[in-house]
Nanobody, 115 residues
């Protein structure tokens, strides 16, 4: 049974930084992408950043230049470094691992940015 465990969320002032981590327990094969998504109250879940197995990255326009996604393939862990945080970044952040056979999601971690 694969589980994704997220950590690193919390409360931060605007302009501050947070680093999210997501570690997968259990064996996962055929990973295509690892990524982060977020959902703010009353809004749909949206992609924040995705990284492929080869290291290619893709970011939402709203976070480009501020967030950096990275991964440790040996540990099946993905990170999201968030700098210059804004109040509009407040949301529940979800980790995702997409394989050729399954799609895994974490339980979510709250990020709150105060103005």
């Amino acid at each position: 049974q694969v589980q994704l465990v997220e950590s690193g969320g919390g409360l931060v002032q605007a302009g501050g930084s947070l680093r999210l981590s997501c570690a997968a327990s259990g064996s996962i094969f055929g990973i295509k992408t690892m990524g982060w998504y977020r959902q703010a109250p009353g809004k749909q879940r949206e992609k924040v950043a995705v990284i492929t197995s080869s290291g290619s990255t893709n970011y939402a326009d709203s976070v480009k230049g501020r967030f950096t996604i990275s991964r440790d393939n040996a540990k099946n862990t993905v990170y999201l470094q968030m700098n210059s945080l804004k109040p509009e970044d407040t949301a529940v952040y979800y980790c995702n691992i997409d394989t050729y056979w399954d799609d895994y999601w974490g339980q979510g971690t709250q990020v709150t940015v105060s103005s």
